[in-house]
């Protein structure tokens, strides 16, 4: 015989799990086309090439990649940013831009698995592409604000940086050969501390113990008051060159905007986010839930102006988030947030004598906008009770032969005892409603 088990890193959801993550999707879809995202698909399968181009040597450990059954070299998507620069070069004359998109799916990476984070996961991306306005940049965070929101979080922190301040900092040390290095060690602080990072950076870059202090003691900067304000103080720092000068004018033309749009206490400066990936040229984001800092971010993303570069010779300007699903059902499950019961009907119908009775009651219910679930036996209301408890039903439709002969209906709630008898039809679906 055969174990049942699954692979480390990998898991099962059983009906409660697996229902609450639907209705939160459900959700986070709601605030996607509120702003009129629209859905695209693509494969769980790429050729290797177009993800390993793209990938950091990080990620490239991570990916899973082998020879299909035509030996051509495939991989699982470790992301859904790297396959949307193939589907846009591929079609876009047929999508027009500007273009915005959103598109829901699993990815895989071979890390180690912890708490809400597994080798296979899902992600929901949404990106607006063909446009370098900065409110394009502005509605990402609106829509990051507005999801959060959507799904009860009341305490969140939408962090702010841009990959140009950055890059500022490395022109003006003459390290701009080892900026992407330097930011994929830096990127790490908030898991490995200060310390570590200093190692690292010393081990792997040539950065000496001077310019190392400088790139640490600037990111260590904590914004006091509002955003706007942080970014006066940052002001002096515009001199240094062209570049970081424009990453602090982005950021302040940003901060401008949302200053109008979203309340001050949820988003700010914060010079320590640096998002390891490659791709990423400007403005980026990452959001954590201000009661559960430990889990992470929950929602990440920036501004890429050169993602179809491997692609097309055209270049193509967009901005993007990635909200990931799993970690962020997690947290919403620490929080109180996630919906217990596992059933999704709004009732049980039991029928004590006609089964075939039961099940045209429960058609008429479902004409009338009920999600209705037939017990499939005719028992003794014990049983079929029972069932209803095991799966969390608040309310029952009982069914015997006298309700049937009135065309009747009787209505128990499971968690006060409280039974009505003889219901009309219209009020048993008020009371369900």
Known sequence: MITPRTLSGFKDRLPKEAYAKSKMLKRIVE????FGFC?????????????????SEEIQKEMYHFLDHGGREVALRFDLTVPLARFVSQYKNELGLPFKRYCIGNVFRGERAQKGRYREFTQCDFDFLGTQSIGADAEIVEVIYQTLRHLGVERFSIHLNNRKIFNGLMESLNMESQTIEVLRIIDKIDKIGRESVCEELRAKTSLDEEKIAMLLDFIAQKQQGSALEFLEHLESYKALNTTLAEGIGELRSLCEI??????QEFYQINLSIARGLGYYTGIIYETTLDDLPSLGSVCSGGRYDNLTQNFSSDSLSGVGASIGLDRMLAGLEELGLVESSANVANALLISLDSLGYGYKVAQDLRKMGLKIEVYPEVVKPKKSFTYANARGYK????LGSEEREKQTYSLKDMESGEQWNHLKLELLVEKLK
Do not use: D
């Open 39 to 55: 859905p695209i698909e693509t494969p769980h399968l790429e050729y290797a090439e177009i993800l390993k181009k793209q990938g």
């Open 31 to 34: 605030s996607f086309e509120r």
């Open 395 to 398: 309310y029952v439709i009982v």
């Open 258 to 263: 949302l200053s109008a749009l979203i309340p």
